[in-house]
């Protein structure tokens, strides 16, 4: 097989991880990126003034799971080097698990349970650094692509906004969920890509913080994250002392809102949330941005093999390009680099045209789409529930709180399961499919009522409304 040439359209998580695991294959990659692309120089200075407008969510948290850290571990343990020696820290799970849990033995699988601290712009600070080295990559950033070359037979490569042309054997699609990849198709006659959506019926507000010279995060036990049923909250940790905290609201929400987008009232609802309070302390630590909000949040799910064909030969559409879920499960990233070393293994394998489609649709749907359903389904039951339609005996909802999460903190079996679920190291209904996990959660389950009540997770909506009414906006 001849070297081939690939563009790959979009700097982002998944566009650098297309290039550097295309490059790595031995494969010509051409990375175009609209964004001007004068890279900061420190992880500080990034995050503070480096322009990323086609990432709209770049200063809002982020989690990069244990499947992405494996990843760069498995197959770019220097990129893995690169983000720790700039600060990035390795969050080991089995290290922090809930003091109701005894057993701490460790047990085969511990060391995958690993995730990433780390802010998007230092992800891609130091991602782009690595980048930059790699001698089968090209880099053109400032310039934007506003067509494709060629026809649904055989796509030769692209047309730039500049009136330049750009071929390449293959055009990889990384542009993230806002890609215009639809239109181009249209405009060379290609057929209509299948296309779903499903909206997430949430908004996000997030902040970042800082802690203070001398001062320790409060102890974490797992992940930090609840639902009082009108406000969603989680706290991320991120790179060199920082982290952030997220709120969600239900879209259709217009009174809270409002007042959360103010510093201080973002500030006087995280210092009124158990499980918040402690790291807003301003003895602890000091905002450092505002809020930021993120809203107009889909599920979309766009299929580029129709009746058994590719729409467009030679085009591949890689994460949020083809496939994004909402931002509240953290799966956007790690999958987009799943999506990507998968697609570079598939092309080493096998570049014809068709089979090459077939292919890269076959670990789509096994890879990317299970995560898809998981997402539409929990966002239905949650907007089910912020509309008052579910009944408050409904026993699903009885087993999540009364079964599984209470487990999660006293099982260590059940503990390490959810977690592997939660960083997508095993199938979203693997729990459910797995006897040993099921029966100690429906043991714990059964014991409901012989345990107290546990402490209440936050103030009533009416208690956090008078909160954040006493505050000046």
């Avoid at 790291?279 to 766009?302: F, Y």
């Avoid at 966002?379 to 009885?398: F, H, I, Y």
């Avoid at 487990?407 to 592997?420: E, M, S, Y």
């Avoid at 797995?434 to 012989?450: D, M, Y």
Wanted: contains cysteine.
């Amino acid at each position: 097989m001849t070297t081939p040439d690939t563009i790959v359209i979009g700097a982002g998580v998944t566009g650098m991880s297309s290039a550097l695991a295309l490059a790595r294959a031995g494969v010509r990659v051409t990375l175009v990126e609209r964004d001007v692309g004068q890279l900061p120089d420190t992880v500080e200075h990034a995050f503070e003034s480096w322009d990323r407008h086609g990432v709209p969510q770049a200063r809002h948290s982020h989690a990069f799971l244990a499947r992405l850290r494996n990843l760069l571990r498995d197959r770019a343990p220097d990129v893995l080097q690169a983000l720790l020696d700039a600060g990035v820290t390795e969050m080991r799970f089995t290290e922090r698990m809930p003091a109701e849990i005894t057993d701490a033995t460790p047990r085969p699988g511990d060391e995958d349970l690993v995730a990433l601290a780390c802010r998007r712009t230092t992800f891609e600070w130091v991602f782009r650094h690595v980048l930059v080295q790699e001698p089968n990559i090209t880099i053109l950033d400032g310039v934007a692509v506003a067509g494709l070359l060629g026809s649904p037979a055989r796509v030769t490569g692209v047309r730039m906004e500049d009136g330049r042309q750009l071929t390449a054997d293959h055009v990889v699609d990384a542009g993230g969920r806002r890609s215009p990849l639809r239109r181009w198709l249209a405009d060379i006659g290609a057929p209509e890509p299948e296309d779903e959506q499903v909206e997430c019926g949430i908004v996000y507000l997030s902040r970042f913080y800082r802690l203070r010279d001398g001062a320790e995060a409060p102890p974490q036990e797992g992940p930090i994250g609840g639902d009082l049923g009108y406000l969603k909250y989680a706290v991320f940790l991120g790179d060199n002392r920082t982290f952030s905290i997220t709120f969600g609201t239900d879209t259709g929400e217009k009174v809270m809102r409002p007042r959360l987008l103010h510093d201080e009232q973002f500030q006087a609802a995280a210092a009124n949330l158990p499980a918040t309070a402690e790291w807003v302390d301003p003895d602890r630590s000091e905002p450092i941005t505002g809020v930021e909000v993120m809203a107009r949040l889909v599920n979309r799910r766009q299929r580029f093999v129709v009746d058994g064909a590719a729409v467009a030969r030679n085009v591949h559409v890689l994460g949020d390009a083809a496939v994004h879920t909402n931002p509240l499960y953290g799966r956007g990233c790690s999958l987009g680099m799943v999506h990507a070393f998968g697609f570079a293994d598939l092309l080493e394998a096998d570049d014809d045209p068709e089979r090459l489609a077939l292919a890269l649709d076959g670990l789509t749907r096994a890879e990317i789409d299970p995560w898809y359903r998981a997402s539409v389904v929990q966002d239905l039951e949650n907007q089910k529930a912020a509309r008052g339609e579910v009944a408050t005996d409904d026993p699903m909802r009885s087993l999540m709180r009364d079964g599984l999460m209470p487990a999660v903190r006293t099982d260590p079996t059940v503990f390490r399961a959810f977690l592997r679920v939660l960083n997508i190291l095993d199938a979203p209904d693997a729990m459910i499919g797995n006897p040993e996990v099921t029966g100690r959660i429906l043991e714990v389950w059964q014991a409901r009522g012989e345990r107290p009540d546990p402490p209440a997770d936050g103030p009533t909506e009416a208690e956090m409304l008078r909160i954040l009414a006493a505050v000046p906006a």
